[in-house]
């Protein structure tokens, strides 16, 4: 239930369309609904602007099947799933099966009631091709909730005229998703040239030095780029969630 859906069901119930006990109804089974395993959060995108998401892992594939099939009970927006495996998907599918579904490599993105596009200018950029899991994690989550980004992928700073070739596009940005690996120096590189706010993503990606991300998610909290926003190591669902806050 978000904000548009609440207000179509006030307007229905002024018209008549719907009847008060009905809507009544409705909005008894809010602000969640206890599944047992779960209590399910219609309300989040009343509060936040974004709708709950299932976060796949540590969930059997029942009971990811249940939590959608639940969210997608109710008028709303976009509904998704992330780090999917193939059972989880078998059983989401079987159940809601329009689901629109996005192969990040090592797991899937699934989302249902995709969101209109938006305006807004994004750019989403790896250092590496190692990085693009979590990026293309992070383009679907955006494709859900309307935004729909321009990926340069491989433009790390071991090669940093690949990154200066796309100098126009990061000057005009209106937001930036930087997802990088090894020593996270693209990050401050990025939020130094371009005056849309930055988002960066450390990824696990690098040699032992790097600590699985550890290293990149250290040095982009240190960066003396002022403003560098950073999430958690390969969260490229946080950062798309972040950017779609930040767009008006």
Excluded at 65 to 80: D, F, N, Q, R
Excluded at 145 to 172: I, K, M, N, Q
Excluded at 177 to 198: R, W
Aim: aromatic share 4%; hydrophobic share 45%.
């Amino acid at each position: 239930m978000d904000e548009p859906a609440l207000r179509q069901l006030l307007d229905d119930v002024r018209s008549g369309a719907v009847h008060p006990d009905d809507a009544v109804r409705r909005l008894r089974r809010l602000p969640f609904v206890e599944l047992g395993f779960a209590r399910v959060d219609h309300h989040r995108a009343l509060r936040q602007g974004m709708g709950e998401a299932v976060y796949a892992p540590g969930k059997t594939p029942e009971q990811c099947a249940a939590i959608v099939a639940e969210l997608l009970s109710e008028p709303g927006g976009p509904v998704v799933l992330t780090r999917a495996g193939s059972d989880h998907l078998a059983a989401v599918l079987a159940r809601s099966p329009d689901g629109t579904v996005t192969d990040t490599g090592a797991h899937c993105v699934v989302a249902w009631r995709e969101a209109p596009p938006r305006p807004g200018r994004v750019l989403l950029l790896t250092a590496g091709t190692s990085d693009l899991p979590v990026a293309e994690e992070c383009r679907a989550v955006l494709v859900a909730y309307g935004v729909h980004p321009t990926l340069v992928s491989d433009c790390g700073v071991a090669g940093v005229h690949r990154l200066l070739a796309s100098f126009d596009e990061l000057v005009d940005a209106d937001a930036v998703v930087v997802v990088a690996g090894m020593e996270g120096a693209l990050a401050s590189l990025v939020a130094g040239v371009t005056p849309a706010p930055v988002v960066a993503v450390p990824t696990s990606a690098g040699y032992g030095a790097g600590l699985e991300g550890v290293t990149a998610l250290l040095a982009m909290h240190a960066s003396c780029a002022a403003g560098l926003t950073v999430v958690g190591i390969d969260n490229g669902f946080g950062a798309a969630c972040a950017v779609t806050r930040l767009l008006p």
